[in-house]
């Protein structure tokens, strides 16, 4: 099994649609971005990423190419959700912590925990949506959001090369180990009485 872990902040600006977890909030402003802006979806692509040591949101959707801009966030998460199976996981559960000022999340956290629990292929039980108020962070013309997931190997999988590692059984390890400290060639004695040049 392995972790990941995701964060992310977008500022509020007037004028622009709220999506939060893939859902359209009613909100008398939205969050500024290159994309819609979905604070909630961009943490949970990169805890997917993360988790599967594949870089992050920006290495794979630059900010800078223009067929991101204004992109429904679902894209991405959908691309990283096809990086994972191709490594062999799935989602187990995913847990994730909003901080924003308003709107309230209570009323949606249902909705949004549907649509994201849809985006992963789990069951809605397996989604944790939280929500706290910037207490004394001065964060309140943002929201953030934060994201940990936990991935499972799939029944069966057949993990790519660069994740096999965690497959090989430890003495096998030992052994390998073991071969390249036999095959490293000992130290070459200097004349000054023994020493090797990186011993003073
Ligand atoms: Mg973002």
């Given at each position: 099994m392995r972790i990941g872990y995701g964060w992310d902040s977008h500022e509020f600006k007037r004028g622009?649609?709220?999506?939060?977890?893939?859902?359209?909030?009613?909100?008398?402003?939205?969050?500024?971005?290159?994309?819609?802006?979905?604070?909630?979806?961009?943490?949970?692509?990169?805890?997917?990423?993360?988790?599967?040591?594949?870089?992050?949101?920006?290495?794979?959707?630059?900010?800078?190419?223009?067929?991101?801009?204004?992109?429904?966030?679902?894209?991405?998460?959908?691309?990283?959700?096809r990086l994972v199976r191709e490594a062999g996981y799935a989602v187990a559960n995913v847990d994730s912590t909003l901080i924003l000022a308003e709107p309230k999340i209570g009323p949606h956290a249902a909705t949004i925990q549907a649509r994201v629990a849809e985006l992963l292929a789990v069951n809605a039980s397996a989604v944790g949506v939280k929500a706290k108020t910037p207490e004394g962070m001065g964060t309140e013309k943002a929201a953030i959001a934060h994201v940990a997931v936990l991935l499972v190997e799939k029944p069966g999988r057949k993990l790519l090369a660069h994740h096999a590692a965690e497959d090989v059984p430890q003495p096998e390890i030992d052994k390998v180990v073991e071969q390249v400290v036999k095959t490293v060639p000992a130290p070459a004695k200097s004349k000054s009485g023994g020493k090797s040049r990186l011993d003073f």
């Open positions: 622009v649609p709220l999506r939060i977890g893939g859902v359209a909030l009613r909100h008398k402003q939205g969050l500024a971005g290159h994309s819609d802006g979905d604070v909630l979806l961009h943490a949970l692509t990169d805890a997917l990423l993360g988790a599967i040591a594949a870089g992050d949101i920006g290495t794979h959707f630059p900010p800078s190419d223009p067929q991101w801009k204004g992109a429904d966030s679902v894209t991405f998460v959908n691309e990283a959700m």
